[in-house]
């Protein structure tokens, strides 16, 4: 398949669009990660990415709107019958990184949910992400438009290394502003819960809508992770999340984290290259200190640019697990496969 670029010129959102109505698969920029997008309603498109991705099946998609009307149809019971937590978190952070999970109706393909009688809504704030809902005239499915379980891809040039020839166009955009992807919260319960640590804290959650958010608990079972190439998992670990459960961002090299600080993390991390080196493995260290916006910001893309140079294996400093700290650290943990020099 070719995979054509496109630019964000008013013409090409609108080729875009009609791709995606069409059944087709579109890459976009949002202001987390790459996004590759088909029409949330229509079953056949939203299998292609699953196909295009080599995602197991049961890994369902965020479905992404760009106006607030754009809730009624994916919403059991419709706009009504949304709690009014869930309306305030909406009020608070959307257009933005926060992905809420609400009750499905009935016009969501059980495809695009993995099989859950819910469904995750988002509302970006990526203005070009905005322009192609609109354009499209339908909700997008979109997961991060990378392999499954590589590292998201937060530049176009990263969905194209994975995706050239697997799928018909990417909107040649700009680089992602956050970096790693959206906070996913379940609201369907009592006590909202977030399923997905992400640019959005608990903490900035809780403190906008008055009340206790938790984490939930699978976030903190450092579980042996699924290769997403061996499909469906079955094991014991089987969180809220089914995403959380696999293999995810791991880039070809092998990960380590150390933690410390700078000086005995600079200590350590040499010795470690050094030994790396004589047995003919090249390593990069990356110290991102105490900056998790800036680390949340890299981190894929440092990831990815490493990969490209042939390195073997990353050091990479960790950062305290405190508000932004925790997503990332989630991140780079996965990463790592829970390897940690302490
Ligand atoms: O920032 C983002 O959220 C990006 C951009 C493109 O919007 N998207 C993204 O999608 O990260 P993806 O598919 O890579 O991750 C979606 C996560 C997975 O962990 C999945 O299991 C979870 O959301 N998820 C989706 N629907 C769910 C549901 N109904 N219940 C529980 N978890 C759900
Ligand atoms: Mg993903």
Not at 24 to 48: H, I, Q
Not at 152 to 177: F, K, Q, W, Y
Not at 189 to 204: C, K, N, W, Y
Not at 224 to 249: I, N, T, W
Request: with cysteine; hydrophobic share 40%; net charge negative.
């Amino acid at each position: 398949m070719q995979t054509r670029r496109l630019t964000t010129s008013e013409a090409d959102i609108r080729s875009a669009g009609e791709l995606i109505r069409s059944g087709r698969l579109v890459a976009f920029p949002t202001e987390t990660v790459y996004g590759l997008g088909a029409d949330a309603t229509n079953a056949e498109a939203v299998k292609s990415i699953y196909a295009a991705k080599g995602r197991p099946s049961d890994n369902p998609m965020i479905v992404h709107i760009a106006e607030i009307s754009g809730l009624s149809e994916l919403v059991k019971g419709g706009y009504e019958a949304v709690p009014e937590l869930a309306l305030d978190a909406m009020k608070a952070f959307w257009p933005g990184p926060l992905t809420i999970i609400l009750p499905k109706s009935d016009e969501v393909p059980s495809v695009t949910t993995g099989g859950l009688n819910t469904v995750a809504i988002r509302m970006p704030e990526n203005e070009t992400a905005r322009r192609l809902i609109a354009a499209a005239g339908t909700p997008i499915a979109a997961p991060s438009a990378n392999l499954s379980g590589k590292p998201s891809p937060t530049r176009d040039t990263d969905v194209l290394e994975d995706m050239d020839g697997r799928i018909d166009a990417v909107i040649m955009g700009e680089d992602c502003n956050v970096g790693i992807e959206s906070t996913v919260v379940d609201m369907t319960g009592e006590v909202p819960t977030i399923l997905r640590p992400g640019f959005i804290t608990a903490e900035a959650l809780g403190e906008a809508l008055g009340t206790e958010v938790i984490y939930d608990e699978s976030l903190f079972d450092k579980h042996e992770l699924a290769e997403p190439s061996e499909g469906v998992s079955e094991g014991d670990f089987q969180p809220k999340s089914p995403g959380m459960k696999y293999k995810h961002y791991s880039p070809n090299a092998s990960v380590k984290l150390i933690e410390g600080d700078n000086k005995k993390f600079e200590a350590v991390a040499l010795e470690l290259a050094k030994q790396a080196l004589q047995e003919g493995r090249k390593a990069a260290i990356l110290n991102y200190e105490e900056d998790a916006r800036a680390a949340a910001h890299k981190l894929f893309a440092d990831m990815r640019e490493l990969d490209r140079q042939g390195y073997d294996l990353i050091l990479i400093r960790a950062i305290d697990e405190v508000g932004l700290g925790f997503s990332v650290m989630n991140r780079m943990l996965k990463s790592a496969g829970y390897d940690v020099v302490e």
